[in-house]
């Protein structure tokens, strides 16, 4: 067939266009095929991936053979001191008392599994519906409302886990919570929960409860008591019987409708219990508690710390606990016992603390009313005597309604003086703390709140050492004898001021440190750098800090929530230690009733902060502090023994801290309100601490701190200008030629040129000019900084009390600079000479001390990280 060019044309067209439509189409096809192969590997990938993760989370989970959930022990723990001398016991029926099941009301069994696991005897150990339930209240409330852990869970959580809210944790929860269920019987779980299960005021397990709250044996427990204790451990504070009985009761009222609601109990007995009156002698047995309760400050202050130690190791807190009350294990502390007794016998001492008292107290009743019925009433206010404790009593039983035949049965009444103090001292050698208190007055109950290891408070200036002047002399940016501008300054939009109500000019850091000079230390960090600032102090042991503190107030003191005495003391003990720091310590040894060494501290955790040169650049400085400077009380009654430390009041006077040392021991003292507030308190922080060190230094002999200096010069300066004195400075009134420390490539080489001869108008003090008469001129050495200007030149005699010039040809042009010898009165002109004689210069001189240097030299220097 034969084609014209025009159809044969229109036929490739066409051909073409199907074709490419061929491939559209197949490419189309293609990349649908592609897209969809893509999301079926990738959900295949995702699937594989989360089923590879969740296996990973499963695979580290504990072993659940390794679960006891079994009946523990209950063997008493001693605790010894330094010399291996018993000094306490502890007790499981403290805080934990084992309660076979059969011990255990059914009542108060059935109770928790009420408000805590209602499916408990149903579900596997995972109650699906419960999760589920949680999730639909959560989603409606915007915001966590309800949790979904059994009792099983809880178990695992107290037996094998820690309480972390993670991701992690909680599937490994649930996977062992299946198997511990397929394990035990539920009896057995129940039972271990109902002995674990923390129940406020430092109880674990319903007979420590039930000793607690009512002063009797779990198993004498009635219906409504059972629900009281029931209710406490999902808010142990909230829920407080003794603190907070209406929440507590509130919470029981709820649990005894859920036990009708679930069929543990009728509803003839539930209004039965309602009518019970469970705390009717709870204040009079939380009285007596407190009044038997034995462990000291520093008892207390081990145990925290060997339950942490142990929950680092791998324990649960509630094993921890157990191990210590029950397992029958011996502690070995670093107390030495004379030195907490003379620590004690000062903290009672009321002449050691501020005149002015003041006392929070803490009363608590029950009232009986005429119908017979009870309530439980608690109170807290502030008395300013022991004279007003009856005032305040009768003002809040009016309050609660004391009237009309209405009547107290029990009632306890505590007294916490104020202004409070804590107390710390150790070895700095090696981080032995010897003794510690935690507070004045008497000590109401164990393991209650201590304020030496427990207050985090604001520093004040004994900040200013650590985060300024320890790293701007470690990093080789200044030396003692080093010269800062104190003056008015600003940086950013912080303007720090002196506590002092002027400026001293040119100062050395030495001075800065023992005069607590603000404006120096803020400076200095920011030569330092915040960063740098921060990780020293990092690596000086506070565990505390908060990123917010990363501020230029920094080295004041100013931070987001404090530190505690023991940690202050710890990184004051570091720079005695030639600038390593070393993790206090309360106990070297930790045994099994087995003799099996569970935890070792008898080589505790250290590493160096500061070379040992720095430190002992700080010592050196800081021993002004108390021989010349704001901590001088300190050294009352020590026998001229070094010491060398560094005060600390907040600008608002709510704090007073001195942080000290001497070549035996570093102890500080905190002294405040427990409710900060201002207050007066002069020295009498200084006069604690020099009446306990005095006391305990008493019988040792002298001993000098152990000086490094290596990489350091002692060169003597004018500490006007910070250079090389010359014989013009000992001519100027209360000179300071003073011999100071400089690292090698920071001593002056050039002279002072600060103090200089000048003509002064001895009419006004200032720079003769020209208008001056002869007779008012005379010439002294004095101090110049900066250029000549209006400020610094005589403003008395001036162009308008100029007087007509005499007409002696033996008289200086008018104009000329005056003259004189250095006396009161001017000299006279050479005859015939138009101009004064040339002044006789005083060249510069060597220093007046030589320059001793320390060919010792320190190569580099540390700057921590992170």
Partial sequence: MNYSKDSRSEKIKETNKNTKKKKTKKAKVTAFRVVVIAIVIGVFAVCGAGLGIFMGIIKSAPDVATINIKPTTDFTSFVYDQNGVEIDRLSGGENRIYAKLDQIPQNLQDAVVAIEDSRFYQHNGIDIRGIMRAIVENLKAGRIVEGASTITQQVIKNNALTSDQTFVRKIQEQYLAIQVDALYEKELILESYLNTMPLGHGTNGVQAAANRYFGKDVSELSLAECAVIAGITQAPTRLSPIRNPENNWEKAKVILSYMQEQGYITEDERQMALQENPYENIQEVNQKFEKDSSHSYFVDAVIEQVIDDLVEQGMTPTQANNLLFGGGVEIYTTLDQDIQKIVDVKMADDSLFPSYKEYVINYSATIEKTDKTQVNKWAEGVIKSKDEEEIFKKAKQAEWGLEGGNKIIAKAVQLIPQAQAAFVISDPYNGHVKALSGGRGKKYGDRTFNRATQAKRQPGSCFKVLASYAPALDTGLLSPGSIIVD????????????????????????????????????????????????????????????????????????????????????????????????????????????????????????????????????????????????????????????????????????????????????????????????????????????????????????????????????????????????????????????????????????????????????????????????????????????????????????????????????????????????????????????????????????????????????????????
Wanted: charge should be negative.
């Fill in 487 to 866: 003056e008015p300054y600003t940086i950013g939009k912080y303007s720090p001021k002196n506590w002092r109500s002027y400026y001293k000019g040119p100062t050395t850091v030495r001075e800065g440190i023992w005069d607590s000079m603000n404006i120096l230390a803020v400076k200095t960090v920011d030569m330092v750098g915040i960063e740098t600032a921060f990780n020293y102090l990092l690596n000086f042991g506070f565990t505390t800090l908060k990123e917010s503190d990363k501020v230029y107030a920094l080295p004041l003191g100013g931070l987001t929530e404090g530190v505690t005495p023991l940690e202050l003391n710890a990184a004051y003990a570091a720079i005695a230690n030639q600038g390593t720091y070393t993790k206090p310590v309360l106990y070297t040894q930790v045994l099994s009733r087995d003799k099996e060494v569970l935890l070792d501290n008898t080589v505790p955790e250290s590493h160096a902060v500061i070379k040992p040169s720095t430190a002992s650049m700080l010592t050196d400085m800081m021993e002004d502090v108390v021989t010349i400077g704001t901590g001088g009380k300190a050294a009352a009654g020590m026998k001229n023994m070094p010491i060398a430390g560094k005060t600390g009041t907040t600008s608002d006077n709510k704090d007073f801290l001195f942080a000290g040392y001497t070549p035996y021991y570093a102890a500080t003292v905190w002294m405040g309100y427990d409710r900060p507030q201002s207050f007066t308190a002069g020295s009498t922080h200084l006069d604690l601490w020099a009446s306990i060190m005095s006391e305990i230094h008493n019988q040792l002999p002298r001993k000098d701190f152990e000086m490094v200096t290596s990489g350091y010069t002692k060169t003597s300066i004018c500490a006007d200008s910070g250079k090389l004195p010359t014989e013009l400075c000992k001519l100027v009134p209360d000179h300071k030629i003073v011999s100071d420390y400089f690292q090698k490539n920071q001593a002056p080489t050039d002279y002072c040129d600060v103090h200089v001869q000048e003509q002064v108008c001895s009419v006004s003090g200032k720079i003769a000019t020209e208008f001056c008469p002869t007779d008012t001129i005379v010439t002294k050495v004095v101090n110049r900084h900066g250029k000549l200007n209006a400020d610094n030149l005589c403003d008395v005699h001036t162009q308008d009390t100029v007087i007509e010039k005499p007409e002696d040809p033996t008289f200086p042009e008018w104009g000329e600079w005056p003259w004189g010898d250095g006396n009161e009165s001017a000299t006279p002109p050479t005859e015939g000479s138009a101009t004064p004689p040339t002044e006789e210069v005083v060249p510069p001189t060597d220093p007046v001390e030589p320059t001793v240097s320390n060919t010792d030299d320190e190569s580099g220097f540390f700057i921590p990280q992170g």
